[in-house]
């Protein structure tokens, strides 16, 4: 799938994340911010590019803004996004 448009999902509430998807070049690029980074950035950056994987996505930049969501708000969050970017 290829990401046509910029789109964003999720919000900055506590235990929410917010995903702004755009169109890359370079495979997936992944910005994230998050108040859990030291403990939980990597897992959280192999969520987001597993289910990047997933969805058959290349050529994104994704910048995630994270409050503590949980696994499956990330993901969901992630869907949405590309939902909303291109064509499934």
Same mark, same amino acid.
């Given at each position: ?6 789109? @964003? $999902? ?15 070049? *370079?495979?997936? !690029?992944? +910005?994230? /911010?998050?108040?859990? !980074?030291?403990?939980?950035?990597? /897992?959280?950056? %192999?969520?987001? +590019? *597993?289910?990047? @994987? /997933?969805? +058959?996505? !290349? ?9 503590? $969501? ?5 993901? $969901? ?5 590309? %939902?909303? $970017?291109? !064509?499934?």
């Amino acid at each position: 799938m290829k990401i046509l448009k910029p789109a @964003k $999902a999720g919000t900055l509430e506590s235990n929410d994340i917010s995903i702004m998807l755009m169109p890359g070049n *370079n495979g997936i !690029e992944i +910005e994230l /911010e998050s108040i859990v !980074e030291k403990q939980f950035g990597d /897992e959280i950056r %192999t969520l987001i +590019e *597993n289910t990047l @994987k /997933e969805l +058959e996505v !290349e050529g994104v930049m994704i910048k995630a803004i994270d409050k503590g $969501a949980l696994d499956y708000t990330i993901k $969901a969050r992630i869907e949405t996004a590309v %939902t909303r $970017a291109g !064509e499934m």
